[in-house]
């Protein structure tokens, strides 16, 4: 991703800044694990989609003082000895260059900096990031700072600049979809790897490790999320991660897996026997959903509500249930099928965006229909990610077989 783009992320934000005004994000940084072992870091991606720096211990400061900007990127001293241990930390030319940012200081004067300009500027608004996604979630580094800047400077009124971003973050620019293509286009290779090395009595995760294999191949560096690989009755259970059952001749397995790509997730979902044939029940099942698919993608196009896509969905879903007398009326269906149809996709997996709004040009948002019907040991779930286009949506995963006729030729060459 070019430092135009992200250039042009802080240049939309500050939109939303009045005048006197601070904006501050911070980058975060890797809690513990245990004893002196850290979690793998990971850019907090607001911060991330208006710098492109994807190190810790690293600091946004925008001011707009009398219709004047200063961006300033606050980053770490070099540190010789330290380094030797971890790695080179990033130069001033370094984060200039993927942040597009010309005024970089050490995060030693942070402080300072801020100090300085609330004492000679009457300086009235505060913007963090203060997302918070339940009532108990730890602390952020904003939230921190947030109750340090009450207590020292009560007269700044402190704003959440969270939603703001997100709106910007809702509606894909064309480098944005080029990431995500790229993710989705390596999960693929990785789907096609586990489908062609899966056999009945393996363990699921010898299977997963056929994808792991090719996304490490690929450059990948993290995961979109814990891959699900769920064989027979596990797939009845929505976020089964274990990974740890062995599987059986006529089992299907279910695959929710997707590779991430300089932060850009793809999330794909695919069903398939690991025999390599479906049985005439798993057959009127598996069609089931992937006419759920079909009948809601048939709907997505700019101004339709994102609530009417799992409305449709469930009409799907419920009428093929019927059919098969598995249901008499459609209030049975949550029994079967009990989750949303939909999420956006973008820098998070479950991305940023409300489900109250009505869809727009250039979102991108999956389509997971599934069924789980735990007393047949059956659970499958199809998901495919797609971009709303003018007129209707684009399925970015177009090029992953999903059809029972490939699948089962795919498995049986």
């Not at 200039?96 to 940012?101: L, N």
């Not at 789907?191 to 294999?213: C, W």
């Amino acid at each position: 991703m070019k430092k135009e783009f992200f250039t042009r992320n802080r240049e939309n934000i500050l939109e939303s800044m009045k005048d006197q005004s601070i904006l501050i994000l911070f980058a975060g940084t890797a809690p513990q694990k245990s004893a002196d072992e850290a979690y793998a870091f990971t850019p907090n991606r607001n911060f991330y989609y208006m710098t492109g720096i994807s190190r810790e211990n690293m600091i946004l400061m925008i001011t707009k003082i009398n219709g004047k900007i200063n961006q300033m990127l606050f980053i770490e001293k070099a540190d010789p000895v330290l380094e030797k241990w971890v790695g080179k930390r990033m130069t001033e030319e370094e984060a200039k260059e993927a942040s597009g940012i010309a005024n970089i200081q050490f995060i030693e004067g942070f402080e300072d900096n801020f100090a300085r300009l609330m004492l000679n500027y009457d300086m009235k608004k505060l913007y963090l990031d203060l997302e918070k996604v339940s009532f108990d979630s730890i602390p952020t580094a904003s939230h921190m700072f947030a109750k340090t800047i009450a207590g020292k400077y009560p007269q700044l009124k402190i704003k959440n600049i969270y939603q703001d971003i997100c709106s910007l973050r809702l509606i894909k620019t064309e480098e944005e979809i080029a990431e995500i293509r790229k993710a989705i286009e390596i999960t693929n290779e990785g789907i096609k790897s586990l489908m062609t090395n899966a056999k009945p009595g393996m363990m699921e995760y010898q299977i997963e490790a056929n994808f792991d294999f090719v996304l490490k191949c690929a450059g990948v560096t993290d995961y979109a999320f814990k891959t699900i690989a769920a064989s027979g009755v596990n797939a009845t259970v929505l976020h089964y991660s274990q990974n740890n059952t062995k599987t059986e001749h006529k089992d299907l397995i279910l695959f929710d897996l997707g590779a991430q790509w300089n932060y850009y997730n793809a999330d794909i979902s695919r069903t398939f026997p690991l025999n390599g044939k479906f049985t005439e029940r798993q057959k009127e099942i598996y069609n089931i959903v992937l006419k759920a698919m079909d009948d809601t993608m048939a709907v997505i196009k700019p101004g339709v509500p994102f609530a009417k896509l799992n409305e449709t969905a469930r009409k799907s879903l419920a009428g093929g249930l019927k059919t098969l007398g598995i249901i008499k009326d459609d209030s049975e269906l949550s029994k079967y099928y009990f989750h949303s149809v939909s999420h956006y996709l973008g820098l998070d997996t479950h991305d940023v965006g409300s489900r109250e709004a009505e869809l727009k040009e250039g979102m991108v948002l999956t389509v997971e229909p599934g069924l789980y019907i735990e007393e047949e040991k059956i659970g499958i779930r199809i998901e495919d990610d797609v971009l709303v286009t003018e007129n209707g949506c684009e399925n970015l995963a177009k090029n992953i077989i999903k059809s029972i006729e490939n699948i089962e030729e795919f498995m049986n060459r």
